[in-house]
Antibody
């Protein structure tokens, strides 16, 4: 059974970098799929942040691209999100999720982590 | 970016009711449309992918239809566990975008 689990600080100061990790169990990241980050700000909808392929190719939402880095650590079977220069607008529940393709994707996000709340505040 | 809209934004319904939620894309996305159920404190759950393919384990009272720009999620007989927020999401191109959600609550 494939499972994803997010981890990282729950509180980040404004202007600093938010760093989260998604640990994958039950499946080897290097075997395939794309691995993405999605967030939901309080009272708002879901927003795709970006994704990384099993081969390390990255795809980012243009609205966040200048501040986002997604990377993968095959040895630990996990992938990570870094979001720089955060503001209160980045306060959200952050989810990691799996999908088959970035475009022309008929599968959707089939496996999700439980989500982790990150608050940006001094 | 492809904008996704949903209607209604919320609805009140009773157990046993038939519920229909509409999702519209700002341009054709063929059938690259997915539906999720989201309950507070939980991860979203994929119900339907590719507009009409029911995910394994999802009750058959859920169904999806549509192509191009107009899509529908139908719950044939609403059950107590179905009260949640439902999102559509296009996976045709990047950035992958979600609809604003439809909250289904108890009448």
């Amino acid at each position: 059974q494939v499972q994803l689990q997010e981890s990282g600080p729950g509180l980040v100061k404004p202007s600093e970098t938010l760093s989260l990790t998604c640990a994958v169990s039950g499946y080897s990241i290097s075997s395939g799929y794309y691995w993405g980050w999605i967030r939901q700000s309080p009272g708002k909808g879901l927003e795709w942040i970006g994704s990384i392929s099993y081969s390390g190719n990255t795809y980012y939402n243009p609205s966040l691209k200048s501040r986002v880095t997604i990377s993968v650590d095959m040895s630990k079977n996990q992938f990570s999100l870094k979001l720089s220069s955060v503001t209160a607008a980045d306060t959200a529940v952050y989810y990691c999720a799996r999908h088959e393709r970035v475009e022309y994707d008929s599968s959707g996000y089939d496996i999700w982590g439980q989500g982790t709340m990150v608050t940006v505040s001094s | 970016d492809i904008q996704m809209t949903q209607s209604p934004s919320s609805l009140s319904a009773s157990v046993g009711d038939r519920v229909t939620i509409t999702c519209r894309a700002s341009q054709s996305i063929r059938t690259y449309l997915n539906w999720y159920q989201h309950k507070p404190g939980e991860a979203p759950n994929l119900l339907i992918c590719a507009a009409s393919s029911l995910q394994a384990g999802v009750p058959s009272r859920f169904s999806g239809s549509g192509s191009g720009t107009d899509f529908t999620l139908t719950i044939s007989s609403l059950q107590p566990e179905d009260f949640a927020t439902y999102y559509c999401q296009q996976s045709y191109t990047t950035p992958r975008t979600f609809g604003p959600g439809t909250k289904v609550d108890i009448k």
